[in-house]
């Protein structure tokens, strides 16, 4: 009998789990081995659903967020087991998100009894190599010294940490905290000011993260539109399959002419009472098709020009999440600024806490001529929907 194929997947988070438990539940017995490399042995988890934090939601409600394309009310089913009076429209926890994919990761490895290794280990290295039978294979060294041999390879490694938007020299550089490094934001003395470089749903996370502590100095949040995640609708109704949108088959793919039926396509939703969050949510499936059919030079003035904007109208806030937000920013504990980091320096004089800490005051960054407080934040408020 030939060798099963040996599928090495590296990066055990929410897409190497669900590769793992995607390719069991569809291989034929003993054709596929799987090996899933991972850091911990919390799997699913990786960086967004790792926190015990129930104030941290998912931006997705929960009718959006089956692990399972086939059973799309899955994820559901699950809250519902937890608290029935969860429905496909809820905005639930990013950490029963995650409790959510170890439960099946378990439930797979015992409906596939010795289909999954797990390796809690690092992979450091990917080579190509020649198998015993002259066929074409990947060698993975592990941090542990190990090599796995495999016929495929999945890369499931997840969001690299930022990188600071300039060069930082090493003294400034030791002050950033990483912003998803909740612990030490949990140690900043809570009279100094703290600057937030960025302003989408990692910026929010740091805010909520650091303002569940009083603090006396203000929080600013920063970038270069000083643009803020809308909200979410609430609906208690459940996401309804969308084919491909009329209005965009035959446009011509560019970004302005996608732009252009995009924007009247809104127009005319509005006229009709509608709510623009339909249009964005009728193209969620869509947008890979798209993307890919544009050109390289379109892709690059999309993510140039379009993509803070894009981004703020798609990845929206959970309504609690965004009361939570504007709440903040109405009692001036938090503030948002438009502008762009030229230099950074340490100042001596007044910030001695600065040498042994771990932050970045305000007081010790100079931001170009034209930094001024955002007017989205205002806007904001006109944009609440029911
Ligand atoms: C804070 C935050 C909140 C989010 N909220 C939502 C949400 O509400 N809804 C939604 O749909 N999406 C959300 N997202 C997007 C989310 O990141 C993706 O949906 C998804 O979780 C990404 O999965 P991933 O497998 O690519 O990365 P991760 O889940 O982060 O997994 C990557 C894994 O790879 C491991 N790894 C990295 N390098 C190696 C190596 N060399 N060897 C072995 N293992 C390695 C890491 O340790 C980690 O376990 C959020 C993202 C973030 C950052």
Avoid at 106 to 125: F, K, M, N, W, Y
Avoid at 150 to 164: T, Y
């Amino acid at each position: 009998m030939a060798r099963p194929t040996h599928v090495v997947i590296i990066g055990g988070g929410f897409s190497g789990a669900l590769t793992a438990i995607h390719l069991a539940r569809s291989c034929t017995p003993n054709r596929l081995r799987i090996t899933l490399v991972n850091p911990t042995p919390d799997i699913g988890r990786g960086l967004a659903y790792r926190f015990d934090d129930d104030n941290l939601l998912l931006n997705v409600p929960a009718g959006n967020m089956s692990a399972l394309a086939d059973e799309p009310g899955h994820f559901v089913a699950y809250c519902q087991r937890i608290d029935p009076s969860l429905s496909p429209g809820s905005f639930v926890s990013r950490r029963l998100y995650g409790q959510y994919l170890q439960s099946l990761w378990s439930q797979t490895q015992v409906a596939h009894p010795g289909l999954i290794e797990l390796r809690v280990d690092e992979a450091v290295a990917l080579n190509r190599a020649i198998g015993e039978s002259g066929e074409s294979t990947w060698q993975v060294a592990l941090a542990s010294g190990e090599q796995l041999i495999a016929s495929q390879v999945v890369l499931a490694l997840g969001h690299q940490r930022p990188r600071f938007p300039i060069s930082l020299d090493l003294e400034v550089g030791a002050r950033v905290i990483d912003p998803w490094n909740f612990d030490d934001m949990h140690r900043l003395p809570n009279d100094q000011p703290v600057l937030i470089v960025g302003t989408g749903h990692t910026a929010v996370d740091a805010l909520f993260c650091l303002a569940q502590s009083p603090r006396r100095g203000p929080i600013y949040l920063l970038s270069r539109h000083g643009l803020l995640p809308h909200r979410h609708r609430l609906s208690t109704t459940a996401p309804k399959p969308q084919s491909f949108p009329e209005y965009l088959r035959d446009v011509p793919p560019t970004v302005r002419a996608y732009t252009r039926a995009l924007r009247q396509q809104l127009k005319a939703l509005a006229q009709q009472g509608g709510d623009w969050r339909d249009a964005l949510n009728e193209l969620r499936p869509h947008t890979p098709q798209l993307w890919q059919s544009l050109p390289a030079n379109e892709q690059r003035r999309f993510l140039r020009h379009l993509q803070a904007h894009w981004d703020v109208h798609r990845h929206r806030l959970a309504p609690m999440a965004a009361q939570r937000l504007d709440q903040l920013l109405a009692e001036r504990r938090a503030q948002v600024i438009a502008g762009r980091i030229t230099t950074l320096r340490q100042l001596s004089d007044g910030v001695p806490q600065c040498q042994h800490s771990c932050r970045i005051l305000l007081k010790a960054i100079f931001i170009d001529e034209s930094l001024q407080p955002c007017r989205k934040t205002r806007s904001r408020a006109q944009d609440i929907a029911p």
